[in-house]
């Protein structure tokens, strides 16, 4: 079993429509949840953190995670397509290794 | 530019050979670390320095691999006896306080093994 769990898609989702991507992690005793973007040939961008159960929102973006289900999400409002990239998933445990999904790709058609 | 630069960009190079990449962190940034990244996949953690020490070390580093921060400021990665496996991004990240999952990473350094 993977320590972070992505589906790699790709995810298509017409412009304006809300995109979803979720992860699943293994380690319980994980404390901060992160998503990345990556745009193609680029590297990672961090666009949210998160590290309560509940919802975090910040523009377009609502991070969710639930730790008894050990699940992340990720929902894009409003997705333009600017926003197609590929979104990985983070989780980090107790020290300074941070473990990455092999991230969903989405695709937001105009 | 304030951002984590990284230098070269691109590598190509023997079986064998040797190579070393640089990394610059944001100037204020006192945490560094090095990820991996092969195609499909996400980053694969190397290893982290705090200043000039380095703390954790990732069992995917093998004795072929070495990182060095001297001074606390810039970083070298360096691969001996190069591999086709070793074929990959190689990203530096840094961060200054606060959680060390919220890492701003540079434009990394593409290695390519023939």
């Known amino acids: 079993q993977k320590e972070v769990e992505q589906n790699s898609g790709p995810l298509s989702v017409p412009e304006g429509a809300i995109a979803s991507l979720n992860c699943t992690y293994s380690d319980r005793g994980s404390q901060s949840f992160f998503w990345y973007r990556q745009y193609s040939g680029k590297s990672p961008e961090l666009i949210m953190s998160i590290y309560s159960n509940g919802d975090k929102e910040d523009g377009r973006f609502t991070a969710q995670l639930n730790k008894a289900s050990q699940y992340v999400s990720l929902l894009i409002r409003d997705s333009q397509p600017s926003d197609s990239a590929t979104y990985l998933c983070?989780?980090?445990?107790?020290?300074?290794?941070?473990?990455f999904g092999a991230g969903t790709r989405l695709f937001v058609k105009a | 530019d304030t951002g984590v630069s990284q230098d070269p960009r691109h590598k190509i190079t023997k079986r064998g050979q040797n190579v070393t990449f640089r990394c610059d962190p944001i100037?204020?940034?006192?945490?560094l670390y090095w990820y991996r990244q092969t195609l499909g996949q996400g980053p694969e953690f190397l290893t982290y320095f705090q200043n000039e020490a380095q703390l954790e070390k990732s069992r995917l580093l093998s004795d072929r691999f070495s990182a060095e921060r001297p001074k606390g400021s810039f970083s070298t990665l360096e691969i001996q006896r190069t591999e086709q496996g070793d074929s990959a991004m190689y990203l530096c990240?840094?961060?200054?306080?606060?959680?060390?999952?919220?890492?701003?990473f540079g434009e990394g350094s593409r290695l390519t093994v023939l």
């Open positions: 983070a989780v980090r445990g107790g020290g300074f290794k941070t473990i």
């Open positions: 990240a840094s961060s200054l306080d606060g959680d060390p999952g919220e890492l701003f």
């Open positions: 100037s204020e940034h006192n945490r």
